[in-house]
């Protein structure tokens, strides 16, 4: 593996997590998710996580709590996949892959995953209308807080298009990006 870090982050319903799973597996890298994080605090306080991004967007605490595991990330030793929307900007090193999805698609994948518990939708127009609202609070605080644009492409070093793939081929496709030496910029 030509880099031992490679962040993933992506629309969200892009597949993430699903995919950089798949990827640590082929790698036989660690995985670490800021999701799966945000999910445990916005459960933690009884809340979905568009509420806990709404909190968010005017308490930085939230963000910060979060973001404090990126600095121990940057100094382990050992190969690691992160699931996150801004670990490219807190591990620049990092090979950074962005997953992109039809927004349709996307709220299809989150209806009908049963493992969302959290995030459930009652229908395909609930979840996109939620997914929609989740992604423009999102890109407005990390304008606000860290001065940056999501949907700069500019950012990332490999971008996939999950909308037509399994997560297999999308792990196999970012594999052979970063085993053939694709390692940043």
Known sequence: MANKLITITGEL????????????????????SAGDAQREIAKA???????????????????????SVFAKLRNSQEALVVDSRMAWLFLPESVKVKLTVSPIEAAKRVFGDTQRVSEKAETVEHAFQTLKERRESERRRFQKY???????????DYIVDTTLLSPDQVAESIFGFVTEGGDGK
């Open 13 to 32: 319903g892009s597949g993430k997590s699903t995919v950089s799973r798949k990827l640590a597996a082929l790698l036989g890298a660690r995985r670490y």
């Open 45 to 67: 306080r009884g809340i979905s996580t568009l509420e806990l991004n709404l909190i968010a967007e005017n308490d930085p605490s939230i963000d910060k709590e979060i973001d």
């Open 146 to 156: 860290y001065n940056v644009d999501i949907e700069d492409a500019a950012h990332f």
